[in-house]
């Protein structure tokens, strides 16, 4: 996927040339330094301005879902105000149906919807690779046994899991972004499994092997490190499409439930006061789109700085 | 290739029946479809048992797993366990929700499809303009929007535009809530007016969201093959734009795309299932929260055998049409 306005650049040009040609970036001509590959990567995800404003904007929000709670005067839940009170000094955003101010429900919303994202992806990131570099490194019946799993997982549906697990756990967060993780590793497996097989063929591995190196040590050592690129970038794309489904569950009742809230369950809530009172719908809705835009973006700045056969096409 | 189709469906048997034995101990186990009668004030501890003995809900689970496999495959997809619809057919029932939902699904598949195909070729063709620009931003905003919010504020304005219509003194257009129960009658115009009515919503929410990764798909796939040796060489030889560009490019650029269509319309049945429950629609979705809900095992096996089947065969589809593509891979 390519990214929007940054202009075509080679990477033999990348360490010289800033994007957009910007002319400060031009005495980096004088001096050559050695970089690690983190610098370079780093380096090029500073340059990639879609992606930097959208790193802004991501971890402003995470701050303010954050901090914004500590310091506002109405508590997530708290029933005292009257309902559907219009927006005002006290309640910015209103009040909903049960009295309870929007701006605390929304930072709460958007803290848990956050959180499970951030969990799930951490969570079926390490799945997905341990599983795909056993199935790619071991090959045989491992592989199998893994690829067969996958399959397995692909035609259970993950909404028949949430509404059992979840009913049966009243809800609790980490029971949706289990529920999320368990159904998230598979892509990353098949991705991970087809680079350790490329991988494994090449001297490295052979020597590390042939020095006595365990199983582990190999994939933690030596396969993960090489395929960091791919891993990040994919664990950004699961946060972004956990964002949506963890919304779509609380939206149909089968994630987060009340009095704990998200932001699926927020519009859950609200979504028939729309053509009365926009505001109600539109502030989670936004705030969705914000966070899942964001980290879209970032993953796409990723891509293109960890690619390093970087060139006009980016696929 | 007929060996390996074979095998691949051979193999995902066993899979198959795993996933079933998973899914029904998981439902089955997950509550009482007779939870509702045992509350009711005045029942007896008789009409309960033979409620479960009439639904064969007295044997173990693992027994009535069998008997479901065991009956499947005599071709027999057994009946609801659950007490508002006890004994229905489940081939029917699932029969019946699938087509409502293939009807919707494959329409707006197919919209999607020929017009992310169009804007992504477009916009690798003109890279950088500011076509592209507002097709990538479009499809960047759609491909990070929740589908059930798109159906939300479809529905919202499409009633306030029915309200609209009345006021100006002429019929309500829109439905937002499903096909009609016995399909569609009256006049030529009439069934024209209600067809378009009542799918031009769901589909709509359906097609956004699936249109806006096509497009990004078909962009990537066209702007590497455009950036090809071969495409070069036909631009050398002196053969013009819109040759090379068709002759060329595009068709080479057709082959991941079609393996996405491929891979994705066996998953798109279980994803309606938001815009289902947004519109009203009793299909697929619907049944399956339905049979969750009312721990009926029985009724999901039926869902599950469907859509699972479909993952399946287009998953083995996809494969295969990209092998018969691009004779480069080669399958076996």
């Known amino acids: 996927m390519a990214d929007l306005p940054t202009p075509p650049r080679s990477d033999v040009a990348a360490a010289t040339t800033g994007a957009g040609g910007d002319p400060s970036q031009h005495q980096e001509f004088d001096t050559v330094k050695a970089r690690t590959q983190a610098q370079t990567v780093l380096r090029r995800f500073l340059r990639h301005r879609l992606a930097m404003i959208s790193a802004s904007v991501l971890l402003l929000i995470v701050l303010v879902a954050v901090f914004l709670p500590l310091f506002w005067p109405h508590q997530y839940g708290n029933t005292d105000a009257a309902g559907y009170l219009p927006p005002g000094t006290d309640h910015p955003l209103g009040t909903d149906q049960l009295g309870r101010d929007m701006v605390a429900q929304l930072l709460r919303g958007t803290q848990l919807s956050l959180l499970i994202a951030f969990v799930v992806a951490i969570g079926a990131t390490a799945i997905g690779v341990t599983l795909g570099a056993l199935a790619g490194y071991l090959k045989g019946f491992t592989d199998g046994l893994v690829m067969r799993l996958a399959d397995l997982m692909l035609i ?74 791919s891993i990040t970038v994919n664990a950004t794309l699961v946060i972004a499409q956990a964002v949506l489904v963890e919304a779509a569950l609380s939206f149909l009742g089968l994630g987060v439930q009340a009095p704990d809230t998200s932001l699926g369950l927020i519009i859950n809530e609200t979504y028939a006061q729309l053509s009365t009172r926009p505001w109600l719908f539109f502030a989670p809705f936004v705030t969705i789109v914000l966070i899942s835009l964001t980290i879209n973006f970032i993953g796409d700045g990723l891509r293109d700085a960890f690619d390093p056969r970087q060139t006009k096409v980016r696929a | 290739m007929i060996r390996y189709a074979i095998r691949r469906l051979l193999i995902s048997i066993p899979v198959l029946i795993v996933g079933t034995l998973a899914v029904y101990l998981m439902v089955a186990l997950s509550g009482d479809p007779l939870g509702e009668l045992r509350s009711q004030p005045g029942v007896t501890e008789e009409t309960i048992q033979n409620a479960a003995a009439s639904l064969g809900l007295d044997k173990p689970v693992l027994v009535r797993y069998w008997d479901w496999l065991m009956g499947f495959f005599q071709g027999d997809w057994g009946f609801s ?68 919010c798109v159906a939300i504020v479809l529905k919202t304005y499409g009633i306030q535009f029915n309200n609209f ?152 589809i996809a494969d295969l049409v990209y092998g018969f593509l691009d004779p480069r891979i080669r399958i076996g």
Do not use: C
């Open chain 2, 165 to 316: 219509l009345v006021d100006i003194g002429l019929d309500r257009w829109l439905t937002t809530a499903g096909p009609p129960e016995g399909g569609f009658s009256g006049s030529l115009g009439e069934i024209i007016a209600r067809y378009t009515g009542t799918f031009i919503l769901p589909t709509l929410s359906i097609m956004l969201i699936s249109f806006a990764a096509y497009s990004r798909f078909q962009r990537s796939s066209m702007l590497e093959t455009l950036n090809s040796d071969y495409v070069r060489t036909a631009r050398a030889k002196g053969l013009s734009s819109s040759r090379v560009i068709f002759r060329h490019a595009y068709r080479n650029a057709l082959i991941p795309v079609t393996t996405l269509f491929a891979l994705n319309f066996g998953s798109i049945f279980a994803g309606a299932i938001v815009t289902e429950t947004v519109f009203g629609w009793k299909g697929m979705g619907d049944l399956l929260v339905r049979s969750v809900r009312q721990y009926d095992p029985d009724m999901l096996m039926g869902w599950l055998m469907i859509v699972a089947v479909l993952v399946v065969v287009f998953n083995l």
């Open chain 2, 81 to 148: 366990v659950a007490l508002g619809q006890a004994r229905a057919d489940v081939f029917t029932v699932v029969t019946d929700a699938f087509w409502t939902t293939f009807r919707l699904v494959l329409g707006a598949e197919i919209l999607a499809i020929v017009l992310g195909m169009a804007i992504g070729v477009l916009a690798a063709v003109r890279q950088y303009s500011i076509f592209d620009y507002i097709a990538t931003s479009a499809a960047f905003l759609m491909f990070s929007m929740p589908i059930f």
């Open chain 1, 156 to 229: 259970i549906p993950q909404i028949a899991v949430a509404a059992i697990l979840v009913k049966s756990a009243q809800g609790s967060w980490w029971v949706v972004a289990v529920v999320l993780a368990v159904f998230f590793w598979m892509q990353i497996a098949r991705i991970t499994r087809g680079e350790t097989l490329s991988l494994s063929e090449r001297e490295f591995i052979e020597a590390a092997r042939a020095s006595g190196a365990t199983t582990s040590r190999v994939i933690f050592r030596h396969l993960v490190p090489n395929m960091i690129g």
